[in-house]
């Protein structure tokens, strides 16, 4: 493709929609006059008709639905065809040829719909590690789409020629259009073209640097690749980045799961949204038509200078002089004065009728249209005078909103016939417009009270989420959506509810709001209540403000949202689900800032300030999302908002049977990825000996080896398993294999060779193009296999590319197999130990033997407890413990000698134990800049006032003193110690409440340290008086509690914690001074009991300094105390020691002597025979040899 071709390729994307539209008018009219075609022509515009509200401009699917396009012009030949049921000579009518065709392009066009829709969805990054798979599926599409017009052209062709000659000079000539296509058509190819330069330029980063796994597993080259790409961490990870300035574990988890991904099964899951999406597209266009048609008619007979459609309003627009548009409150006030002439005029000759007969709205359709039936709008017209109190002067700003959509302070002609359309069937006018005077505004403020007691009854229900899900259900409740839902929230006015003291309104106001949550709440059924983009938004509400339907849909969202989280109770939830619950509110924001947008631009021309104008419009829902937002957590009104209307004292607690009674009635299918509850393994029961004796072949069966790979600085060992299944013409080879982190499928062939086979296969919906090859050796039964991919050419090094041999060895004895050298040494005693040990695992496994059981056991917890301390200092956590040299052999030893299934479970709980643990989204220690778990420790006074920032410090850097963004913490400041997730819903009551508490702590001991010193100084315990003070006591321990120790922020009676029961998580006694403390209390750390801050007076500084040169001195005297003791004791110690020492001394001595004198005399004995001359000899040998002894024998004297 050239450049020429580009520019037109760019040229014609810029004007696809204009183009895109015409041809939709072209092939509705088309489907009238030639049905057959109706099918395929209404899949085209529905999926057309939904792309056009998407604003996403992606070039790949441009193409293909450019290609879309291309197939359906064809269609526009049926012009020549007068009557698609006209018989050719063959006896077929165009309609009878071309019939099955339809249905297959129909469904064709639907399916390429749904995959261009769920590519548009994924991030930039998502769809560039999978670029060639989406690409080969787009370019299936493209290809199918060139297939089917051919096959259209050749069947026109075909029905159309005079003669069989003819039909032949067109199927020569269709035969070499497609050879000629086959030949310059190149999907691929062409996607490279229309690449974009970011898109290259990360492409190239990738294929320079070994492809896309070994970019992931670097961090220097993910982090400069999510440089490349432009896009957040947080869009990325899809979870909010706050102060941490990058979360590469949790991208780099993300992008991994986007490789493994099947993008079949993605497509396949779009696909039923998709359908959905297009029904509720469809029945929407067909009532736009209907309510068209009946509008030009009706035109058409009124004449074309009244184009209003109510008569009434026809009437004013005339008698007014009014021409395109008139003001709002002119439009107002002569509303009102027309409905208090017509009703005065005719009250007099109608029935009372009983408003409460008044009738319920459509709940089906996006936009009603009006009920044929009259009678029952007659009728009510008649006791329109309670309306008329709502249609004056004081409600003008209400009703011009709901008429005047654009927000430009003039009412049209084509607002009124919208506002008069929108109208449920059987209201009248005056009811409609005092709906929207005062009954909107009473709706939205029960929406308002409902989004409260939701998000404060989720808040309830977190506490009994297991702990597999709490780290994805607080990363759904911290998403920056749910503050900005508050903000809507927090800025609406709440109506006055005496207003509703009329019963006709609040009827009115009732039975709209009702059929509005039953259409919206069905719609959202529909599309599972997933809202993936806008347009799916749009399709939901319809026509209208997104501020008639922001608080019912967010409420409906959220309603489903808490049933999410109910099931969270009991089962383990896929960590894709909560994420994909945040982007359905995401897509209704987005819709709520273009809305302020537009306003915008609209008030700008009239208006300075736009933060005022917007406090007027539609109560003030945006005027707090407007401008530079951020999250402040001190203004959050999710904790303390109280609804003033209702009488109960409070809400009910949520306990463990309210749980189980709620998650007991919830269906399973609202899920969208399903439960998690158990691991899944690997099924190899088609790779059974009884399951391949059909087809006979050696490389046929499980196969087992050790192979190696790098990861980061470190090489690991582990084992590989690999299970082939051979085709019946021995040529073609399936399977599927694993190792302990990673499972997948292959395909290939096998070849016979000299000596044995050779096989080459590769890995399925792998982006990295793995392929292995390998030689099997049927005299040793070895099979040596090596690995490929693109990372190869440049890392030819690392341990992955080497050799590795491959044995039918069962994957659960390969532990037992000799090595090398051992065989080398003995062969016959290193099978015969491979056989016993084989025998024996085998024989212990059949019988369940309990040691075989709980040495299985021992070698889980092991690999657990190491494989997740060594995942903890991967992913950059904190604390960490990381591995010793020998605790990384074991770790080693346990990957390279167990089972992969088993391995691969292990790794899993591995993994579901880091899952499990507290996290705090978000949030980094300000000294060691890892990602905080477990306990999460704020200074209270390194906290800006509006609680938006300030230090946070993990457990191992409490006693450091980072100096951040203004802030320079000091390890003297208080700090508060966080076990859970501190969401802004409580954020500003635990810290206020920690400082409350804080002082009232310090207060207790500065009152005890003075009572203390005072004793000191002269008091005797007779002249203590008569008042007793209670000392504090740890929960936990029940020990005498002083500084330093911690106290609990939320138990209302003080809470102490000894720093040992802290630091070994002790739990409080059932029976101790606080037996309802738990361990995920906050705790404030009580350092002293000193006055810290700006607040302490000179006086109180002196009796602060006073108080700790006290508390130092009576530290340093118990510390002398102490020592002395200890060397008292280690002196003792030592004295013991040493005459036990002296005793075992003299005791060995004994024991010496008197084996030398047993061989003394055994010697004496045998040289007695001796004469006399060598034994004389032999004593004074043996007397010059001893020492002097005062205990030397009676016969040496």
């Avoid at 395909?747 to 793995?770: H, I, M, N, Q």
């Avoid at 070698?859 to 960490?880: A, D, N």
Wanted: glycine share 4%; aromatic share 8%; with cysteine.
């Amino acid at each position: 493709m050239n450049f020429r071709e580009i520019r037109s390729l760019e040229e014609a994307a810029n004007s696809f929609t204009d183009k895109a539209q015409t041809m939709v008018k072209g092939l509705r009219t088309l489907g009238t006059l030639h049905p057959f075609v109706g099918v395929a022509v209404g899949a085209f515009v529905l999926v057309i008709t939904l792309d056009l509200v998407r604003r996403d401009n992606d070039r790949k699917v441009f193409l293909v639905k450019l290609k879309m396009s291309e197939l359906m012009s064809v269609f526009f030949e049926l012009r020549h065809f007068k009557d698609s049921e006209d018989k050719a000579h063959d006896g077929l009518s165009i309609a009878d040829r071309l019939a099955p065709l339809m249905a297959e392009i129909a469904n064709d066009i639907k399916a390429a719909g749904s995959a261009c829709d769920a590519y548009l969805k994924k991030g930039f990054l998502s769809k560039t590690v999978k670029a060639s798979t989406y690409e080969g599926r787009l370019a299936n599409f493209i290809d199918t789409f060139a297939d089917h017009r051919n096959k259209l052209e050749l069947s026109f062709a075909l029905h159309t020629s005079l003669g069989v000659d003819a039909a032949n000079e067109k199927l020569d000539e269709q035969s070499v259009r497609l050879k000629a296509i086959e030949e310059k058509l190149d999907a691929i190819a062409l996607f490279r073209q229309v690449d974009t330069p970011r898109e290259k330029d990360v492409q190239k980063f990738i294929s320079e640097h070994g492809g896309v796994k070994s970019v992931l597993n670097n961090d220097d080259f993910l982090e400069e690749l999510i440089s490349k790409s432009g896009e957040s961490f947080s869009r990325i990870s899809g979870r909010e980045a706050g102060r941490k300035s990058n979360d590469l574990p949790s991208v780099r988890k993300r992008l991994l799961k986007e490789v493994l991904e099947d993008v079949d099964e993605v497509f396949n899951r779009n696909m039923v949204l998709f359908e959905k999406k297009l029904d509720m597209q469809s029945k929407q266009l067909t009532e736009t038509l209907q309510s068209e048609s009946d509008r030009v008619i009706q035109t058409l007979l009124s004449g074309a200078h009244d184009r209003i459609i109510d008569p009434d309003l026809q009437r004013i627009w005339k008698d007014m002089g009014w021409k395109g548009s008139v003001k709002a409150r002119h439009f107002v006030l002569a509303l009102h004065d027309y409905y208090t002439d017509k009703l005065s005029s005719t009250s007099s000759d109608l029935p009372v009728f009983d408003s409460s007969t008044l009738p319920s709205p459509p709940s089906s359709r996006a936009s009603p249209v009006k009920s044929p039936n009259t009678a029952t709008f007659r009728r009510q017209s008649s006791d329109d005078k309670w309306a008329l109190s709502y249609i004056n002067a004081a409600y003008v700003q209400p009703i011009l909103e709901a008429v005047d959509d654009d927000g430009t302070g003039f009412v049209s002609v084509k607002e009124v016939n919208t506002f008069v359309a929108s109208r449920p069937d059987g209201w009248s006018l005056p009811t409609w417009i005092a709906y929207w005077a005062v009954g909107w505004q009473a709706s939205i403020s029960q929406y308002k009270s409902k989004i409260y007691t939701l998000v404060q009854e989720m808040f309830r229900t977190l506490e009994h989420v297991l702990p597999s899900n709490r780290r994805a259900v607080d990363e759904y409740l911290f998403h920056p959506s749910f503050w900005r839902i508050e903000l809507l929230l927090r800025s609406t006015r709440s109506v006055n509810f005496k207003v509703l003291s009329d019963p006709d309104l609040a009827r009115a106001a009732d039975s709209y709001t009702a059929a509005e949550e039953e259409r919206l709440d069905n719609s959202l059924s529909d599309v599972a209540y997933e809202l993936d983009t806008t347009a799916t938004v749009q399709l939901i509400t319809g026509e209208g403000r997104i501020e008639r339907y922001v608080f019912p849909l967010i409420y409906l969202l959220l309603r489903q949202h808490l049933k999410v989280m109910t099931l969270g109770c009991k089962h383990v939830l896929d960590t894709e689900e909560l994420s994909t619950l945040n982007e359905s509110l995401v897509s209704i924001l987005l819709l709520v800032d273009d809305r302020i947008q537009n306003l915008e631009a609209v008030f700008k021309q009239t208006h300075l300030d736009i933060q005022a104008r917007l406090g007027n419009f539609a109560f003030g829902i945006f005027q707090l999302s407007y401008g530079d937002i951020k999250r402040v957590p001190i203004q959050n009104s999710f904790g303390t908002w109280v609804d003033d209307d209702e009488n109960s004292a409070g809400p009910e607690p949520i306990t463990a049977e309210v749980i189980h009674a709620k998650y007991e009635k919830i269906p399973l299918s609202i899920l969208k990825y399903g439960i998690q509850d158990g691991f899944q393994s690997t099924d190899y029961f088609e790779f059974e000996p009884a399951r391949l004796r059909r087809v006979s072949h050696a490389i046929q069966g499980t196969w087992t080896g050790h192979c190696q790979r790098s990861d980061g600085d470190e090489v690991i060992n582990y084992v590989l398993r690999i299970s082939f299944r051979v085709s019946s013409d021995l040529r073609s080879i399936k399977g599927k294999g694993e190792d302990f982190a990673n499972t997948f499928n292959l395909e290939g062939r096998v070849f016979r060779t000299k000596g044995g086979y050779e096989l080459e296969f590769a890995l399925s919906d792998d982006d990295e193009e793995t392929s292995a090859f390998g030689f099997l050796d049927t005299t040793s039964e070895t099979l040596i296999m090596s690995w490929s991919d693109r990372r190869r050419k440049t890392n030819y090094d690392d341990p992955y590319y080497e050799p590795i041999n491959m044995r039918k060895t069962p994957p659960s004895l390969i532990r037992y197999r000799y090595k090398d050298h051992q065989f080398a040494e003995d062969p016959i005693r290193a099978r015969w130990a491979f056989a016993c040990s084989a025998a024996l695992h085998l024989a212990q496994e059949k019988m369940w033997s309990r040691r075989f059981l709980e040495a299985r056991a021992t070698e889980r917890k092991r690999f657990v407890e190491l494989s997740t301390r060594s995942l903890i200092v991967k992913m950059g956590l904190t604390p960490q413990k990381p591995l010793n040299p020998a605790e990384k052999g074991e770790l080693e030893y346990l990957r390279r000698e167990l089972n992969p299934s088993e391995a691969r479970f292990y790794h899993a709980l591995s993994q579901f134990e880091i899952q499990k643990l507290p996290w705090h989204p978000a949030w980094g220690c300000d000294w060691c800049t890892r990602r905080i778990t477990k306990s999460r420790l704020l200074c209270l006074h390194c906290m800006t006032d509006n609680l938006s920032d300030n230090i946070d410090l993990c457990a191992v850097c409490i006693d450091k003193s980072p100096s951040k963004r203004g802030f320079v913490h000091d390890i003297s400041h208080d700090v508060v110690k966080i076990e859970e997730t501190l969401h802004d819903f409580n954020f500003t009551r635990v810290i206020d409440t920690a400082r409350t508490v804080i002082g009232r702590v310090k207060g207790i001991f500065r009152t005890l340290e003075s009572a203390n010193g005072s004793r000191e100084v002269g008091q005797t315990d007779g002249e203590s008086g008569d008042e007793t003070r209670a000392d504090p006591t740890c929960a936990c321990c029940r020990q005498r509690v002083s500084t330093p120790c911690w106290t609990c922020v939320t138990c209302t009676k003080d809470t102490f914690v000894c720093m040992g029961c802290d630091t070994q998580r002790v739990k409080s006694l059932s029976d101790g001074p606080s037996p309802h403390h738990k361990l995920n209390h906050p705790l404030v750390k009580v350092r002293d009991s000193s006055i810290a801050g700006a607040d302490a007076t000179a006086e109180e500084r002196l009796v602060i300094l006073q108080q700790r040169l006290v508390a130092m001195e009576r530290q340093m005297t118990s510390g002398l105390a102490g020592i002395d003791a200890k060397v008292e004791e280690r002196l003792s110690n030592l004295e013991h020691r040493v005459e036990a020492r002296l005793a075992m001394f003299e005791a060995n001595s004994e024991l010496r002597f008197d084996a030398l004198e047993a061989v003394l005399r055994q010697l004496v004995a045998q040289t007695a025979a001796l004469p006399s001359l060598y034994a004389q000899v032999v004593k004074d040998q043996i007397r010059s040899s001893m020492p002097p002894s005062p205990r030397s024998p009676r016969w040496f004297q």
